[in-house]
């Protein structure tokens, strides 16, 4: 379909999340949609923080609840709460959101990433993933599709993700293949477990399209996730598999992909992404959710986010710079100008003092907050074209820096960077 054709809008409705899209972009594919979950609504295109083990490094639940605009979806790991605290006492608690003091809405993943992240502790078979414990080298546990489920009812995630078979995205040929075969399996018996679980009523349940960097692989994962059958048990899809080290003239043209052949009616979520060009690249490509643990990990490096692009604090030219990081943030660091200066951070970033984490971590989120934020006001008032245009001139300064995979992608929706002008209206 034409990105600029006149579309209807999509409401779609399972039990623990109900989607409607509320604006569309007349140029590019963007969208703003409202997800309502258990723990209130989440307006997309939106970006979600991680948080490993339940609660963000450097920063409090109470500090993530604060932050305006504020962050209504963060991402937590199941393999990792499986290990520390484990299921057993989150069942206990009552799950994640009494444990950490989080009261709004939680996704985690399936613990499928540990396949590459910790591969030299797992060994994958049919059945699941044995991993050997990172934190005791001398135990092991088999995480099975079911097994993955069971501890993300632990959790008591709003939105739970399938077990998948995650190689690297560099993989090819018949390792590539069996993975995405693999995932399609593992699908269909998280889906069994899910149902057994009775737990449909107040969790949601996301596939995961896989198949590299091979578009035949990934049409036929996306035919078979998106089947009858399978569809009218899944009230969301992620494109997994990406965010690699693959090239990035071939990631958005994966993303673009995906995206187009997902269905309108449910929410698109692209995993791993995190820099500003990435988020709002793939928003005009038609993706509603992301996750990255870049802001808050730059954060712990001293590198500040802000829309005229990132300030690394541990230089000496900020040593006597007695501005904030960003005098229109409304940050608890930055407190619109009346905040702490870059000189004082920049000393405490040099000083590797925790504070200096919590400070910049609390306004790198914020900073991603805002921007997508300012992209969901973009695409309602239909001046998306104009913001990407906008973001990249006051982020890259000049027009040779643009990142030549994202002028191609935006391209291909109906934005030229380099001419700064919005394409007209059809």
Same mark, same amino acid.
């Not at 998280?190 to 969790?203: F, P, V, W």
């Given at each position: 379909?034409?990105?600029?054709?006149?579309? *209807?809008?999509?409401?779609?409705?399972?039990?623990?999340?109900?989607?409607?899209?509320?604006?569309?972009?007349?140029?590019?594919?963007?969208?703003?949609?409202? #997800?309502?979950?258990? !723990?209130?609504?989440?307006?997309? *295109?939106?970006?979600?923080?991680? /948080?490993?083990?339940?609660? #963000?490094?450097?920063?409090?639940?109470?500090?993530?609840?604060?932050?305006?605009?504020?962050?209504?979806?963060?991402?937590?790991?199941?393999?990792?709460?499986?290990?520390? *605290?484990?299921?057993?006492?989150?069942?206990?608690?009552?799950?994640? !959101?009494?444990?950490?003091?989080?009261?709004?809405?939680?996704?985690?993943?399936?613990?499928?990433?540990?396949?590459?992240?910790?591969? @030299?502790?797992?060994?994958?078979?049919?059945?699941?993933?044995?991993?050997?414990?990172?934190?005791?080298?001398?135990?092991?546990?088999?995480?099975?599709?079911?097994?993955?489920?069971?501890?993300?009812?632990?959790?008591?995630?709003?939105?739970? #993700?399938?077990?998948?078979?995650?190689?690297?995205?560099?993989?090819?040929?018949?390792?590539?293949?069996?993975?995405?075969?693999?995932?399609?399996?593992?699908?269909?018996?998280?889906?069994?477990?899910?149902?057994?679980?009775? @737990?449909?009523?107040?969790?949601?349940?996301?596939?995961?399209?896989?198949?590299?960097?091979?578009?035949?692989?990934?049409?036929?994962?996306?035919?078979?996730?998106?089947?009858?059958?399978?569809?009218?048990?899944?009230?969301?899809?992620?494109?997994?598999?990406?965010?690699?080290?693959?090239?990035?003239?071939?990631?958005?043209?994966?993303?673009?992909?995906?995206? /187009?052949?997902?269905?309108?009616?449910?929410?698109?979520?692209?995993?791993?992404?995190?820099?500003?060009?990435?988020?709002?690249?793939?928003?005009?490509?038609?993706?509603?959710?992301?996750?990255?643990?870049?802001?808050?990990?730059?954060?712990?490096?001293?590198?500040?986010?802000?829309?005229?692009?990132?300030?690394?604090?541990?230089?000496?030219?900020?040593?006597?710079?007695?501005?904030?990081?960003?005098?229109?943030?409304?940050?608890?660091?930055?407190?619109?100008?009346?905040?702490?200066?870059?000189?004082?951070? /920049?000393?405490?970033?040099?000083? @590797?003092?925790?504070?200096?984490?919590?400070?910049?971590?609390? !306004?790198?989120?914020?900073?991603?907050?805002?921007?997508?934020?300012?992209?969901?006001?973009?695409?309602?008032?239909?001046?998306?074209?104009?913001?990407?245009?906008?973001?990249?001139?006051?982020?890259?300064?000049?027009?040779?820096?643009?990142?030549?995979?994202?002028?191609?992608?935006?391209?291909?929706?109906?934005?030229?960077? #380099?001419?700064?002008?919005?394409?007209?209206?059809?």
């Amino acid at each position: 379909m034409d990105a600029s054709a006149p579309r *209807p809008p999509f409401t779609s409705a399972s039990p623990a999340l109900h989607f409607e899209v509320l604006a569309r972009c007349s140029t590019t594919r963007a969208r703003v949609s409202r #997800m309502t979950l258990p !723990h209130g609504p989440v307006d997309t *295109p939106t970006f979600m923080p991680v /948080a490993t083990q339940a609660t #963000m490094k450097s920063v409090t639940s109470a500090q993530l609840e604060s932050i305006d605009p504020p962050i209504n979806l963060h991402l937590a790991n199941t393999f990792h709460m499986s290990q520390r *605290p484990t299921a057993e006492l989150l069942d206990i608690v009552g799950g994640v !959101h009494r444990y950490a003091g989080f009261r709004r809405n939680l996704l985690t993943d399936s613990g499928g990433f540990q396949m590459v992240s910790l591969v @030299k502790l797992s060994r994958v078979e049919e059945e699941g993933v044995l991993f050997a414990n990172p934190y005791d080298p001398s135990k092991s546990s088999l995480l099975t599709p079911e097994r993955s489920m069971q501890i993300q009812h632990s959790i008591g995630a709003d939105i739970m #993700m399938q077990l998948d078979d995650v190689v690297s995205s560099l993989t090819t040929g018949a390792r590539m293949e069996e993975a995405m075969w693999r995932s399609i399996r593992w699908l269909d018996r998280c889906l069994a477990e899910h149902a057994r679980s009775g @737990k449909a009523t107040t969790q949601n349940l996301f596939a995961i399209v896989q198949g590299g960097l091979d578009p035949i692989l990934r049409d036929q994962c996306l035919v078979a996730m998106t089947s009858p059958e399978r569809a009218i048990q899944i009230p969301g899809y992620a494109i997994g598999g990406l965010s690699g080290g693959e090239e990035k003239t071939v990631f958005w043209q994966i993303v673009k992909q995906c995206a /187009a052949k997902l269905p309108e009616d449910k929410p698109r979520y692209c995993m791993g992404i995190g820099y500003g060009e990435d988020l709002l690249v793939c928003a005009a490509l038609g993706v509603d959710l992301a996750d990255c643990v870049y802001p808050t990990r730059t954060a712990r490096f001293g590198v500040a986010l802000t829309f005229n692009g990132p300030l690394n604090l541990r230089s000496k030219i900020y040593s006597e710079d007695f501005s904030v990081i960003d005098p229109e943030c409304s940050c608890a660091t930055c407190d619109k100008g009346e905040g702490m200066s870059r000189a004082a951070l /920049a000393a405490l970033v040099v000083g @590797k003092e925790a504070a200096s984490a919590s400070a910049v971590t609390v !306004h790198n989120l914020t900073y991603q907050s805002a921007l997508m934020h300012r992209a969901r006001e973009a695409i309602m008032e239909d001046r998306f074209p104009q913001y990407l245009i906008d973001f990249f001139a006051g982020f890259f300064k000049s027009k040779d820096k643009y990142p030549e995979w994202a002028v191609a992608a935006l391209q291909s929706v109906g934005v030229d960077l #380099m001419t700064g002008v919005p394409t007209p209206k059809a």
